[in-house]
């Protein structure tokens, strides 16, 4: 359920700094704080957390989800429809509340609410908060988001957290607690896989489930999605980072099914698991119902918000319009007839890079474009890195489910890219639980001595496993002779880490963007330290990455 409501700009403070520095001293007491403890003795209650996303310089869309009833669990149908009440305030204790509406938690809508709030000041730092309830009231915990620059505004800089592939089942979250725990941040940019849809001890083995999954069996229908995007939101890091930062999210294959493609997925049997369009349907409504993320285009997440002259956010959906992934050695990946973006999205993004005039194009993909080829690695060591892709074990040349498996696709952006002269463009990925550091080569074959295109930071998972999860190994050990071998065999890969948890941290100026990787220290302790690892950045002008000493503080 949407409500939508205008209300006059409020003047913002003349200084960005002023401002994220209170709001570092202020967020810990009414963020961190229990969801399930605002709640009346008999009235309803708040216990998946609030969240905000999609930032614009005039708004921002709030989140959360009122439980009426203690029956009235997640995907039960069950409950009344609940009147709620939202504001927007200058400050922590809403004495000065500048935007404030009503809207309704349906039962069909799984009692979720969205509130698309407008009408506020560019760069400025609000909180927000709902309440529930005709007679007994209650009061959800207060969140804090930041709206967007205007969008001709010569701002300073913006800066990203960057997250992917979050399995329940995997770890504990502590990456999206030490990202909440930044006061310096724009917004959280999550590229992908924030839920898993596989049944309880399939991915990883029962024998390694850190915590189940609810429901336990795999999810495939509406009522299932709902359960599952519930049980994400009861992670006390997850709650705290959507109450911190607003969240800008794209979907990958898992929030439908594995390897998932516009008339199915590898893991989706329809003779036993029903239709993939009544599933792929379901999957959507609960996403769209349980995420803070506005519909775009056909009811799909690609969309562009902008943050002031420096930088235009191109955020992709790969995949409701692509083609069946092909199989590995047909030649299928050349076909011009195949597609990752679909003729609609491709145009709209071309048309969207060449009539840019900001200083730099970020587009979030949630599959890799650099091309890699794994021929050179070791044999031992392709069945692991196949499994950890989700491709046929017997052998490994190129992975078909990112954009190596849809050659043509790529070929027409980045010639695009070079036609147009398009600069500082920068591929933000996630999808394959690896940290990498590419340049986008307009021809691999001959690179470096061949331009570059573009260039390409993709973050490691949250959670999910990698090469040293997969074989039980220690981290830095096994996987260092398969990354020295992508290394050699791809010129324009500058690094890669294939053993490290964590996430990344976008920094953005007129003169670079320079992404700064972090891992945690264990991902089955709720209580996991992080550290920073490596540092790459993109010069403006440049189309290459360089490594740098320190991350930016």
Known sequence: MTSRQRFSPISSPSRRTVVKAAAATAVAAPVLGSAATARAADGPAFLHGVASGDPLPDGVLLWTRVTPTPDAVPGSGRGADTAVRWEVAEDKDFARVVAHGTTVAKAASDHTVKADVRGLAPATTYWFRFTAGDGTQTVSPAGRTRTAPAAGAATPGVRFGVVSCANWEAGYFSPYRHLAARADLDAVLHLGDYIYEYASGSYPDAKYVVRPHEPEHEILTLADYRTRHATYKTDTDLQTLHATHPVIAIWDDHEFANDAWSGGAENHTPGTEGSWADRAAG???????????????????????????????????????????????????????????????????????????????????????????????????????????????????????????????????????????????????????????????????????????????????????????????????????????????????????????????????????????????????????????????????????????????
Do not use: C
């Open 283 to 553: 999957a959507k409504q609960a996403y769209f119902e349980w995420m803070p993320v506005r519909a775009a285009t056909e009811g799909t997440v690609y969309r562009r918000l902008r943050f002031g002259s420096l930088a235009d956010l191109h955020l992709l959906d790969l995949r409701s319009f692509r083609s069946q992934q092909s199989s590995i050695g047909n030649g299928a990946v050349d076909d011009p007839e195949r597609t990752i973006t679909g003729r609609a999205q491709l145009d709209w993004l071309k048309s969207g890079l060449a009539g840019s005039d900001a200083t730099w194009q970020l587009v979030g993909t949630s599959v890799m474009i650099s091309p890699v080829a794994f021929g050179s690695v070791p044999a031992h060591l392709l069945e692991p890195l196949a499994e950890l892709l989700g491709l046929p074990k017997e052998g490994l040349a190129v992975n078909v489910d990112q954009w190596d498996g849809y050659t043509d696709d790529r070929k027409e952006l980045i010639s695009h890219l070079r036609d147009r002269s398009i600069t500082n463009t920068v591929f933000l990925t996630g999808d394959i639980h690896m940290a990498w550091a590419n340049d986008v080569p307009v021809k691999a074959a001959t690179y470096p001595l061949s331009a570059s295109a573009a260039t390409e930071f993709v973050v490691t998972s949250v959670t999910s496993d990698n090469i040293d999860d997969i074989l039980h190994v220690a981290p830095q050990t096994v996987s260092v002779v398969a990354a020295a071998a992508v290394k050699a065999a791809n010129r324009h890969v500058k690094w890669v880490d294939m053993d490290s948890h964590g996430y990344g941290v976008l920094d953005v100026t007129a003169e670079r963007s320079q992404m700064d990787y972090y891992a945690v220290s264990d991902r089955t302790k709720r209580d996991a330290t992080s550290a920073w690892t490596r540092s790459y950045r993109t010069l403006s002008g440049t189309q290459k990455v360089e490594r740098v000493d320190s991350p930016v503080h």
